[in-house]
Protein backbone atom coordinates (compact mmCIF):
# COMPACT_ATOMS: atom_id res chain seq x y z
CA UNK A 1 0.00 0.00 0.00
CA UNK A 2 1.18 3.29 -0.83
CA UNK A 3 2.35 5.92 1.80
CA UNK A 4 2.35 9.12 -0.09
CA UNK A 5 -1.24 10.10 1.12
CA UNK A 6 -0.32 9.80 4.43
CA UNK A 7 3.25 11.53 4.15
CA UNK A 8 1.23 14.83 2.30
CA UNK A 9 -1.18 14.74 4.80
CA UNK A 10 1.20 14.75 7.89
CA UNK A 11 3.34 17.20 5.75
CA UNK A 12 0.43 19.81 5.48
CA UNK A 13 -0.89 19.42 9.29
CA UNK A 14 2.42 20.76 10.18
CA UNK A 15 2.89 23.57 7.36
CA UNK A 16 -0.58 24.67 8.80
CA UNK A 17 0.97 24.45 12.63
CA UNK A 18 -1.44 21.59 13.47
CA UNK A 19 1.01 20.93 16.71
CA UNK A 20 -1.67 22.68 19.05
CA UNK A 21 -4.89 21.30 17.40
CA UNK A 22 -3.33 18.26 17.65
CA UNK A 23 -2.25 18.41 21.35
CA UNK A 24 -5.39 19.96 21.97
CA UNK A 25 -8.40 19.35 19.78
CA UNK A 26 -10.47 16.44 18.58
CA UNK A 27 -12.33 15.79 15.62
CA UNK A 28 -16.45 16.04 15.47
CA UNK A 29 -16.64 11.90 15.86
CA UNK A 30 -14.37 12.19 19.71
CA UNK A 31 -16.15 10.04 22.00
CA UNK A 32 -15.62 10.88 26.22
CA UNK A 33 -11.85 10.10 26.92
CA UNK A 34 -10.84 9.36 22.85
CA UNK A 35 -8.93 11.15 20.14
CA UNK A 36 -8.70 9.59 16.91
CA UNK A 37 -7.77 12.34 14.52
CA UNK A 38 -8.42 12.34 11.09
CA UNK A 39 -4.97 13.09 10.04
CA UNK A 40 -1.95 11.76 11.25
CA UNK A 41 -0.32 12.95 14.64
CA UNK A 42 3.12 15.24 14.09
CA UNK A 43 6.26 13.64 13.35
CA UNK A 44 8.59 15.03 15.92
CA UNK A 45 12.64 15.04 15.71
CA UNK A 46 14.25 12.35 16.57
CA UNK A 47 16.24 14.14 18.88
CA UNK A 48 13.02 14.86 20.86
CA UNK A 49 11.87 11.51 21.86
CA UNK A 50 15.68 9.55 21.47
CA UNK A 51 15.71 7.23 24.19
CA UNK A 52 12.26 7.77 25.59
CA UNK A 53 10.83 4.38 26.72
CA UNK A 54 6.78 3.21 25.40
CA UNK A 55 5.75 0.26 27.14
CA UNK A 56 3.55 -1.90 24.99
CA UNK A 57 1.24 -4.34 26.09
CA UNK A 58 -0.40 -6.89 24.11
CA UNK A 59 -1.44 -10.07 24.46
CA UNK A 60 0.45 -13.40 22.53
CA UNK A 61 -1.88 -15.28 19.93
CA UNK A 62 0.73 -16.24 16.95
CA UNK A 63 0.19 -19.85 15.82
CA UNK A 64 3.43 -20.38 17.89
CA UNK A 65 5.42 -19.29 21.12
CA UNK A 66 8.96 -18.85 18.60
CA UNK A 67 6.49 -17.07 15.78
CA UNK A 68 5.18 -14.68 18.15
CA UNK A 69 8.94 -14.09 19.66
CA UNK A 70 10.51 -13.36 16.75
CA UNK A 71 7.69 -10.99 15.58
CA UNK A 72 8.10 -9.37 18.57
CA UNK A 73 11.69 -8.88 18.55
CA UNK A 74 11.52 -8.17 14.52
CA UNK A 75 9.09 -4.93 15.33
CA UNK A 76 10.99 -3.81 18.71
CA UNK A 77 14.41 -3.54 16.07
CA UNK A 78 12.61 -1.86 13.87
CA UNK A 79 10.59 0.94 16.02
CA UNK A 80 13.57 1.30 17.94
CA UNK A 81 16.02 2.02 14.50
CA UNK A 82 13.22 3.97 13.00
CA UNK A 83 12.13 6.26 15.34
CA UNK A 84 14.40 6.40 18.16
CA UNK A 85 11.97 5.01 20.93
CA UNK A 86 13.02 2.40 23.05
CA UNK A 87 10.13 0.17 22.36
CA UNK A 88 9.26 -2.70 25.54
CA UNK A 89 6.47 -4.96 25.24
CA UNK A 90 4.91 -6.72 27.87
CA UNK A 91 2.88 -9.82 27.18
CA UNK A 92 -0.01 -10.06 28.90
CA UNK A 93 -2.05 -13.15 30.04
CA UNK A 94 -5.99 -12.46 29.00
CA UNK A 95 -7.93 -9.44 27.50
CA UNK A 96 -9.11 -8.51 31.42
CA UNK A 97 -5.67 -8.17 32.17
CA UNK A 98 -4.44 -6.14 29.46
CA UNK A 99 -7.75 -3.59 29.98
CA UNK A 100 -6.42 -3.78 33.76
CA UNK A 101 -2.90 -3.10 33.00
CA UNK A 102 -3.98 -0.12 30.69
CA UNK A 103 -5.84 1.25 33.25
CA UNK A 104 -3.49 1.43 35.62
CA UNK A 105 -0.99 2.91 33.60
CA UNK A 106 1.53 -0.08 33.86
CA UNK A 107 1.52 0.04 30.28
CA UNK A 108 2.00 3.47 27.70
CA UNK A 109 0.31 1.86 24.60
CA UNK A 110 -1.38 -1.30 24.31
CA UNK A 111 -2.67 -3.40 21.28
CA UNK A 112 -6.24 -4.04 21.71
CA UNK A 113 -8.48 -6.79 19.31
CA UNK A 114 -11.64 -4.49 18.14
CA UNK A 115 -14.08 -5.89 21.41
CA UNK A 116 -10.82 -4.90 23.66
CA UNK A 117 -10.73 -1.51 21.94
CA UNK A 118 -14.62 -1.05 22.42
CA UNK A 119 -14.78 -1.90 25.89
CA UNK A 120 -11.78 0.26 26.76
CA UNK A 121 -12.46 3.18 25.46
CA UNK A 122 -15.95 2.72 26.81
CA UNK A 123 -14.11 2.53 30.14
CA UNK A 124 -12.13 5.68 29.31
CA UNK A 125 -15.08 7.71 29.12
CA UNK A 126 -17.26 6.52 31.64
CA UNK A 127 -14.24 5.96 35.15
CA UNK A 128 -13.95 8.45 36.80
CA UNK A 129 -10.49 7.80 37.67
CA UNK A 130 -9.45 8.10 34.15
CA UNK A 131 -10.88 11.58 33.20
CA UNK A 132 -7.11 12.91 33.45
CA UNK A 133 -6.02 10.57 30.83
CA UNK A 134 -7.15 10.87 26.85
CA UNK A 135 -6.88 7.86 24.90
CA UNK A 136 -4.78 7.92 21.78
CA UNK A 137 -6.07 5.44 18.50
CA UNK A 138 -3.08 5.89 16.83
CA UNK A 139 -3.55 2.84 13.92
CA UNK A 140 -5.65 -0.62 12.71
CA UNK A 141 -4.03 -2.81 11.63
CA UNK A 142 -3.52 -4.46 8.36
CA UNK A 143 -2.78 -7.63 6.32
CA UNK A 144 -2.55 -7.74 2.27
CA UNK A 145 -4.07 -4.42 2.34
CA UNK A 146 -7.08 -4.92 4.11
CA UNK A 147 -8.42 -3.61 7.58
CA UNK A 148 -10.59 -6.25 8.18
CA UNK A 149 -10.72 -10.29 8.49
CA UNK A 150 -13.20 -13.29 9.39
CA UNK A 151 -13.61 -15.81 12.31
CA UNK A 152 -14.21 -19.28 11.28
CA UNK A 153 -16.10 -21.57 12.70
CA UNK A 154 -13.97 -24.85 12.89
CA UNK A 155 -14.88 -28.63 13.60
CA UNK A 156 -12.38 -31.68 13.64
CA UNK A 157 -12.21 -32.89 10.31
CA UNK A 158 -13.58 -36.70 11.55
CA UNK A 159 -16.22 -34.95 13.82
CA UNK A 160 -20.06 -35.36 12.80
CA UNK A 161 -19.92 -31.56 12.68
CA UNK A 162 -20.69 -30.36 9.16
CA UNK A 163 -22.54 -27.39 9.70
CA UNK A 164 -23.24 -24.75 11.96
CA UNK A 165 -26.51 -26.16 13.05
CA UNK A 166 -24.76 -29.71 13.87
CA UNK A 167 -22.39 -27.90 16.82
CA UNK A 168 -25.40 -28.07 19.16
CA UNK A 169 -25.45 -30.81 21.45
CA UNK A 170 -21.27 -30.71 21.10
CA UNK A 171 -18.58 -29.28 22.78
CA UNK A 172 -17.72 -25.87 21.59
CA UNK A 173 -14.59 -23.74 22.24
CA UNK A 174 -14.83 -19.97 22.71
CA UNK A 175 -12.07 -17.31 23.52
CA UNK A 176 -13.84 -15.49 26.40
CA UNK A 177 -13.57 -11.79 25.45
CA UNK A 178 -12.67 -12.54 21.67
CA UNK A 179 -13.94 -10.61 18.82
CA UNK A 180 -13.59 -13.56 16.52
CA UNK A 181 -13.52 -16.23 19.00
CA UNK A 182 -16.90 -15.17 21.14
CA UNK A 183 -18.59 -12.02 20.33
CA UNK A 184 -18.99 -12.28 16.58
CA UNK A 185 -20.16 -16.25 16.11
CA UNK A 186 -22.98 -15.36 18.66
CA UNK A 187 -24.00 -12.99 15.80
CA UNK A 188 -23.45 -15.62 13.30
CA UNK A 189 -25.93 -17.42 14.87
CA UNK A 190 -28.71 -14.74 15.14
CA UNK A 191 -28.16 -14.12 11.75
CA UNK A 192 -28.92 -17.85 10.72
CA UNK A 193 -31.89 -18.10 12.53
CA UNK A 194 -30.58 -20.34 15.24
CA UNK A 195 -30.76 -19.33 19.21
CA UNK A 196 -27.04 -18.91 20.59
CA UNK A 197 -27.77 -20.17 23.75
CA UNK A 198 -29.12 -23.47 22.82
CA UNK A 199 -26.39 -24.04 19.74
CA UNK A 200 -23.51 -22.76 22.00
CA UNK A 201 -24.93 -24.74 25.09
CA UNK A 202 -22.16 -26.61 26.00
CA UNK A 203 -18.57 -24.06 25.38
CA UNK A 204 -16.20 -24.18 27.26
CA UNK A 205 -13.60 -20.99 27.21
CA UNK A 206 -10.09 -21.05 26.86
CA UNK A 207 -7.23 -18.06 27.23
CA UNK A 208 -6.38 -17.72 24.03
CA UNK A 209 -7.21 -19.17 20.73
CA UNK A 210 -3.92 -21.23 20.42
CA UNK A 211 -4.87 -23.62 23.33
CA UNK A 212 -7.95 -23.83 21.96
CA UNK A 213 -7.04 -24.64 18.19
CA UNK A 214 -4.89 -27.68 20.08
CA UNK A 215 -7.43 -29.07 22.17
CA UNK A 216 -9.35 -29.18 18.65
CA UNK A 217 -6.50 -30.87 16.75
CA UNK A 218 -6.24 -33.66 18.89
CA UNK A 219 -7.35 -37.30 17.97
CA UNK A 220 -10.98 -38.18 18.24
CA UNK A 221 -11.83 -39.60 21.58
CA UNK A 222 -8.78 -37.12 23.04
CA UNK A 223 -10.43 -33.97 22.61
CA UNK A 224 -12.41 -32.14 24.70
CA UNK A 225 -14.06 -30.33 21.93
CA UNK A 226 -15.46 -31.04 18.77
CA UNK A 227 -15.47 -27.40 17.00
CA UNK A 228 -14.73 -24.18 18.25
CA UNK A 229 -14.09 -20.08 16.75
CA UNK A 230 -11.15 -19.36 15.59
CA UNK A 231 -9.03 -16.59 14.37
CA UNK A 232 -8.67 -16.96 10.59
CA UNK A 233 -5.16 -16.76 10.08
CA UNK A 234 -4.21 -19.26 13.03
CA UNK A 235 -5.75 -21.94 10.42
CA UNK A 236 -4.79 -20.76 7.26
CA UNK A 237 -1.49 -20.30 8.70
CA UNK A 238 -0.91 -24.77 9.56
CA UNK A 239 1.04 -26.94 7.06
CA UNK A 240 -1.65 -28.66 4.54
CA UNK A 241 -1.21 -31.81 6.83
CA UNK A 242 -2.30 -30.17 9.72
CA UNK A 243 -4.67 -28.06 7.94
CA UNK A 244 -6.62 -31.25 6.53
CA UNK A 245 -7.42 -32.20 10.08
CA UNK A 246 -9.68 -29.27 10.70
CA UNK A 247 -13.47 -28.34 8.47
CA UNK A 248 -14.09 -24.39 8.23
CA UNK A 249 -17.72 -24.73 8.28
CA UNK A 250 -18.71 -21.50 8.84
CA UNK A 251 -17.22 -18.05 8.77
CA UNK A 252 -18.55 -14.63 10.42
CA UNK A 253 -19.12 -11.11 9.15
CA UNK A 254 -15.90 -9.15 8.70
CA UNK A 255 -14.36 -7.78 11.41
CA UNK A 256 -12.35 -4.49 11.51
CA UNK A 257 -8.39 -5.56 12.88
CA UNK A 258 -6.80 -4.68 15.57
CA UNK A 259 -5.89 -1.44 16.83
CA UNK A 260 -3.08 0.79 18.94
CA UNK A 261 -3.61 2.82 21.25
CA UNK A 262 -1.52 4.77 23.15
CA UNK A 263 -2.37 6.80 26.80
CA UNK A 264 -2.06 10.71 27.26
CA UNK A 265 -2.17 11.93 30.18
CA UNK A 266 -3.74 15.73 30.56
CA UNK A 267 -1.82 18.84 31.75
CA UNK A 268 -4.12 21.82 32.33
CA UNK A 269 -6.84 20.23 30.88
CA UNK A 270 -5.09 19.51 27.07
CA UNK A 271 -3.14 16.79 26.37
CA UNK A 272 0.82 16.22 27.38
CA UNK A 273 2.69 17.47 24.31
CA UNK A 274 5.92 15.65 25.14
CA UNK A 275 3.49 12.31 25.18
CA UNK A 276 2.17 13.30 22.27
CA UNK A 277 5.68 13.65 20.36
CA UNK A 278 6.27 9.67 21.52
CA UNK A 279 2.61 9.58 20.40
CA UNK A 280 3.23 10.91 17.28
CA UNK A 281 6.99 8.95 16.73
CA UNK A 282 5.19 5.38 17.36
CA UNK A 283 2.46 6.34 14.99
CA UNK A 284 4.65 7.51 12.20
CA UNK A 285 6.91 4.74 12.54
CA UNK A 286 3.53 2.26 12.35
CA UNK A 287 2.22 4.02 9.49
CA UNK A 288 5.60 3.27 7.62
CA UNK A 289 6.49 -0.54 8.39
CA UNK A 290 5.57 -2.19 5.56
CA UNK A 291 8.37 -0.12 3.97
CA UNK A 292 10.63 -2.85 5.79
CA UNK A 293 10.18 -5.78 4.06
CA UNK A 294 11.66 -8.37 6.22
CA UNK A 295 9.48 -6.53 9.55
CA UNK A 296 6.34 -6.85 7.72
CA UNK A 297 7.11 -10.86 6.91
CA UNK A 298 7.89 -11.53 10.19
CA UNK A 299 5.03 -10.05 11.48
CA UNK A 300 2.73 -11.87 8.51
CA UNK A 301 4.25 -15.15 10.05
CA UNK A 302 3.68 -14.56 13.62
CA UNK A 303 0.54 -12.79 14.07
CA UNK A 304 -1.66 -12.29 10.54
CA UNK A 305 -0.91 -8.88 9.55
CA UNK A 306 1.83 -6.78 7.94
CA UNK A 307 1.04 -3.17 8.40
CA UNK A 308 -0.73 -0.51 10.11
CA UNK A 309 -2.96 2.37 8.25
CA UNK A 310 -4.36 5.39 10.28
CA UNK A 311 -7.01 4.36 12.85
CA UNK A 312 -10.39 5.64 13.05
CA UNK A 313 -13.03 4.86 15.58
CA UNK A 314 -15.47 4.77 13.52
CA UNK A 315 -14.15 1.71 11.87
CA UNK A 316 -15.04 0.22 14.79
CA UNK A 317 -18.94 0.80 14.66
CA UNK A 318 -19.61 -2.46 13.24
CA UNK A 319 -18.24 -4.13 16.86
CA UNK A 320 -20.12 -1.78 18.94
CA UNK A 321 -23.32 -2.76 17.14
CA UNK A 322 -22.80 -6.77 18.06
CA UNK A 323 -21.85 -5.83 21.58
CA UNK A 324 -24.54 -4.13 21.90
CA UNK A 325 -27.29 -6.12 20.51
CA UNK A 326 -25.72 -9.52 21.76
CA UNK A 327 -25.35 -9.35 25.58
CA UNK A 328 -27.35 -11.56 27.65
CA UNK A 329 -26.70 -14.79 26.60
CA UNK A 330 -25.86 -17.96 29.42
CA UNK A 331 -23.58 -20.52 28.59
CA UNK A 332 -22.88 -23.52 30.69
CA UNK A 333 -23.61 -21.11 33.61
CA UNK A 334 -22.07 -18.09 32.53
CA UNK A 335 -24.16 -14.79 31.44
CA UNK A 336 -22.69 -12.96 28.77
CA UNK A 337 -23.39 -8.97 28.91
CA UNK A 338 -23.12 -6.41 26.55
CA UNK A 339 -22.01 -2.62 27.48
CA UNK A 340 -24.23 -2.86 30.88
CA UNK A 341 -21.35 -5.06 32.16
CA UNK A 342 -18.98 -7.85 31.69
CA UNK A 343 -18.94 -11.25 31.89
CA UNK A 344 -18.99 -12.93 35.27
CA UNK A 345 -19.16 -16.77 36.83
CA UNK A 346 -22.42 -17.46 38.02
Not at 30 to 38: I, K, V
Not at 77 to 100: F, H, K, M, P, Q
Amino acid sequence: MSNRPRRLAALALLALGGLAGACGGSDAADRPGLRSAGTPLPVPTREAVAGRTVRLLLIPFAPTPELGEAATDRIVRYIDASSGLRLEVLNLANYDATAEALARGDGDAALLSPLLYVQVVDRFASDPTLQGVHLRLLATAVAGGSPTYVGYITAAADSSVGELSDVAGWPFGMVEGSTSGYLYPIDLADFRGLDPARLFGRVRFYPNHADMMADLLRPAGERPIEAAALYQYLVDALAPAVRAKLRVIAKTARIPRDAIVMRVPLVGGREDPRVLEVAGALQHALLELDHDRETARALRNGIGYDGWILGEDRRYDAVRKVYQRFGHYRFRGREVEGTEGRARNE
